[in-house]
């Protein structure tokens, strides 16, 4: 079928489910460089309520033809649109995944995590000699590979339920510090909608969030709780500012641990010692990953969300103001790397660009403001732990 047959059936297509103003030819590019060597047609179209649900319908006529749509705001009038027709670059064609690399990543992380979790032991048998390191470890897998796992599966939940092609999580092991800088997976079609960019990226965290917070709980009520007179070792520490001691006014603190700490934990004072249990340490990792993955920085879960709300051009500015949070919280290291990333790749959002975000979603947003403050790590040295203390004082 000719170029010219196949774009007057498009504007047919077009023109039976969008009121067109004006239409144009010009050069789809990518990245600055051309997508393809032919014009393809841009339509100037008038915003209306049903424009999200009518270019459901149009793509749907598009795929048949190998072509697919992008849809923009107008740069100059509010009540306009540009619609963008292009043929399907090959990269977006989906070929079956091989599974090898994201098993090997998932073993290694294991193993990493198990290492990370044999060093615990050295503090934790001060409470129990009788645990063993392999127990503790084994712990440390199951709660920490439970809480990232179920992370990247409601990722991959929410990219199925809206139709999004996603590989399997990689894992990315880290045999020091906490054994995993996480996992990630990666979307072989693009995203469609504001909805389901929002969706897509609060599921992953919300997924994570709930079974951190029963690995908390089942840790919390299983910490060991022994007399300060009797704890005569030092501490080796294995996991700096991340302490396996409670009570430790150095450690890093978390407001809804601290919370949960004061409701389940069976045993409290200045005269005790309170030795996290490897579930408990899990959970109140789970919670950092939960509040640092929502912070709206350029592509991570929360700037997922963040682009769902704001246009290109305001995301970017939450993006720098984020950056600039993370920084007073003491985790300078962990902004700059999403900076760096978001600098290469940007964040273009979805193909429709046009429709809002619905309202309930938008209702959510708030939500998700308190579940940061809630699950912000604040070391003792970041710009914000005084005003922490304050208030998990209040708690015990």
């Known amino acids: ?61 598009l795929k048949n033809m190998g072509y697919m749509s992008l849809i923009r705001s107008h ?13 399907i670059p090959e990269k977006m064609i989906v070929s079956k995944q091989n599974l090898s690399t994201p098993l090997v990543l998932f073993v290694l992380t294991i193993i990493s995590v ?78 469609r909608s504001r909805n389901d960019l929002f969706d897509v990226g609060l599921a ?12 908390s709980i089942i840790g919390l009520m299983n910490s060991i709780v022994i007399p300060a007179a009797e704890v005569t070792q030092e501490f080796s520490n294995p996991l700096g500012l991340f302490d396996l001691r409670l009570n430790n006014p150095d450690r890093t603190r978390i407001l809804l641990f601290e919370i949960l700490a004061f409701f389940f934990v069976p045993q409290q004072g200045s005269d005790v010692v309170i030795f996290l249990h490897p579930f408990a340490f899990a959970g109140f990792i789970g919670f950092f990953l939960t509040s ?3 912070i709206p920085i350029g592509q991570s879960d929360g700037g997922h969300v963040a682009r769902s709300i704001f246009s290109e051009k305001n995301h970017r500015m939450v993006t720098y103001i984020s950056a600039g949070v993370l920084v007073g919280l003491g985790f300078w290291i962990f902004a700059i790397l999403l900076l760096f990333m978001y600098s290469q790749t940007g964040h273009s959002g979805p ?19 308190v579940l940061i403050l809630l699950c912000l790590p604040l070391s ?17």
């Open 204 to 215: 992953g965290p919300i997924f994570g969030f709930i079974i951190a917070t029963i690995f």
């Open 292 to 294: 640092l993955n929502l």
């Open 1 to 61: 079928m000719s170029g010219f047959w196949k774009y007057s059936q498009i504007d047919e297509l077009i023109n039976q489910f969008f009121t067109v103003t004006s239409k144009q030819y010009r050069p789809m590019s990518e990245s600055g460089s051309p997508l393809q060597s032919e014009m393809i047609p841009v339509y100037e179209i008038l915003k209306r309520s049903d424009v999200g649900g009518n270019i459901k319908q149009v793509n749907q006529t």
């Open 114 to 191: 198990f290492i990370v979790g044999v060093t615990m032991w050295d503090d934790l048998r001060i409470a129990e000699p009788s645990l063993d390191p392999i127990t503790v470890g084994l712990y440390y897998v199951i709660s920490l590979m439970g809480i990232v796992g179920i992370h990247e599966i409601g990722h991959m939940i929410a990219s199925r339920f809206h139709g999004i092609k996603a590989s399997w999580p990689y894992f990315i092991p880290m045999p020091i510090g906490l054994g995993t800088m996480g996992a990630f997976i990666s979307q072989k079609t693009p995203i």
């Open 351 to 369: 193909l429709d660009d046009l429709t809002e975000l619905s309202l309930s979603r938008k209702i959510v947003t708030g939500s998700i403001l």
């Open 380 to 396: 003792p040295d970041s710009l914000f732990a005084e005003l922490l203390s304050d208030i998990s004082s209040i708690f015990g």
């Open 75 to 87: 740069p100059i009038h509010e009540s306009r649109g540009m619609l963008y027709i292009f043929p």
